[in-house]
């Protein structure tokens, strides 16, 4: 019999030990668990739990995940060997465990019996308890077509950024898939690219419109739909002679969707370990080399920051001597040569930023969506007085900003996009630029906080109303991801301030942190959306995933109402956060008051609303012998689904490039979910550390930060 290929994801629980033999003279073992996972002579992992210290019933509740692939011309051997740990000498064998398994989709809850050495039972008679769970990815064939289109009388033409490839959306009714292409021109030859692609748009139709045109750069726009199949569809096309291809999901294939954020610097960093466009190498590697059985992205999904303008008041004249903030500048009187200089830096910024190689490349072949952050206009916009913000300098620099974000980073204009003629424009009556997806069961929704900010602001009334009906009216999806550029579940900005208070930094970070949700100023306002993202989610029986940036570090979080997620887990709602791909990680010192402050399980006030039990809080990464909450280096998020509906998601870390970090949401169930593994044995560690740090010098934390 000829072997298959398979891939898919592995969940392990090691729940427990019962009656385990005592090799201590003193007192009782000390197990740990060695767990392991082979195939013939390939091995898939190696994975050590803790140790329970002097018991031989121990409860470990360790949580393994793995992505394994291969075939399936033997089964898969699922080992653990039980030590017991010493401070003197090598430590003792107290037996072993196997389980053989074959990569079909079961769950499966088992008592395994403890072997010896010589595999007869040990004589306490002792085993462990475990729950192994195997769920094959979604796999598809891929279709090759052979029509060929051409763009009539295309010729050559100067470019100096692109193509850039966008996902416009789905229609579920002709079973077309439409996506645009951008590229910047220096001088004559966008309304005649030469540009070839196959399979053929449907109807042999590519419209073309130009969005933009200063200082003889001509930015263009090219869109067209491709029609679906049972089969995955790969679109080779060539665009200037520049050969590249894409690919299209099935029919109710869940699309493979890789998320980043924060892809600049605030200024040119020193000292970096390895290029700063490291991390997009292995975006990169991983969508073109990964395994036949996954498939390459289908999606880059971008949670602002996708450039940076912070040195806009380095390179505008009449801006020179001021920072962003400074309230002096409401004073500044502009001119044409201010907003030509304006208009100059983002037109540059955006060439120089994307046209960089490994960039490059990811544009032209993974579809992107994007939303935008305060760094795409500058630091802290929108967390400003409103007199700054509406003095003439800096609405002048946003009236740019906006204008070039439309162009770049959503392929439109600003006309197009406040009368909704987009087609992934958030239908209704609100000002902001939200835009929304739908791919037959999965929604994507990309959540505008920037445009309608304020000091105690975020998203206007209008604009959650407008999601909501939109929801409403696609209530049948399975999955959402709602992308929001700042994390909803963080640290404790109370006690983070105090902590930062001690380095005498609280200017420098101060923006930053009234710029995020549990700030007192958004409070109310994050409650409104965590309550009505649980209740639309419970009526209509789909999960949501929250993605976000912004912090420059890695995390997974979770909100969850404690009665309600009895009832189904629609009411647990995941929070992940990648952040850098580009931007420099924070130094350790900061990390490590992040993990001192991170294990709180935040009670989230409900108000005077009776039926809500609102909390959140930070997982701990089963990854990481450690078990630390964050992934402190460079990073970025895979998204894969599987035929079941799950989500593996997997973060690439600088430094840990080949052994990600991985979290499994389940799919939407009914009854009590063990979807949800915060772990909360560690306040006494948190609280005794706040002490330590905050009754240190100034001086030395102060240090700790230059």
Known sequence: MEATKFAGTLVVNLLSGTNLPNEDTFGASDPYVIVSLTQNEKKFFEVRTHTIMDNLNPIWKAHILRHVSGTSDAPLELKFVIYDEDDVGSDDLLGICTYSLRPVKFTQTLTLPVLDKKGKPVSTKGTINVSVSYLPDHLLYRKHCQSVYSFPNGKEAKTVLGPVLYFRGVNATENTYTVAILAVFEGDGGDT?????????????????????????????????????????????????????????????????????????????????NDKYHMWKFINGNHINNDDMVGPYHLLLQGGDQVYADPIFHNVTALKGYEAGDEAAISLEIDDFFKEEVETYYMNLYINSWSVPLIAQAFASIPSVMMWDDHDIFDGWGSYSEALLNCPAYSTIYQFAEKYFCAFQLASTLEEINSKKLLSSLPGPHKGKSQVYLIDHTAIVALDLRTERLVNRVCSDETYQCFRDWMKQNHTVDHMYLLLSIPIVYNNFDILEKAIACTGLGKELEDDLKDHWRTADHNEERLKLIKLLIEDAETYKYRITILSGDVHIGCAGVIYDKARKRKSNAAIINCLISSAVVNIPPPPSVTQILELTGGEIERVPAGNEAGWNLKTGLYRFHHDSRKHRYI???????????????????????????????????????????????????????????????????SVVQGWFS
């Not at 030469?194 to 449907?202: A, D, F, G, K, Y």
């Not at 060539?238 to 294939?253: G, L, T």
């Not at 009590?672 to 948190?686: F, G, H, P, Q």
């Open 193 to 273: 690219p030469l540009l070839t692609i196959t399979p053929s748009p449907v109807k042999d139709n590519v419209e073309v419109v130009n969005l933009l045109n200063f200082n003889n750069y001509h930015v263009w726009r090219y869109t067209f739909a491709i029609e679906r199949s049972p089969e995955s569809v790969s679109v080779n096309y060539s665009f200037n002679n520049q050969k590249n291809v894409f690919e299209i999901p099935a029919i109710n294939e869940p699309p493979r969707s890789v998320f980043i954020s924060c892809n600049g610097f605030h200024e040119e960093p020193e000292g970096l370990k």
């Open 632 to 698: 402190p280096g460079r990073n970025f998020l895979e998204l894969l689904q599987n035929d079941v509906k799950g989500i593996l998601c997997r973060w690439f870390s600088e430094g840990q490039e080949n052994d990600p970090y991985e979290l499994y949401i389940q799919p939407y169930a009914e009854g009590n979910s063990n979807d949800l593994r915060l772990m909360v044995d560690d306040s006494k560690y948190i609280t005794q550390g706040l002490v330590n740090l905050i009754t240190l010098p100034a």
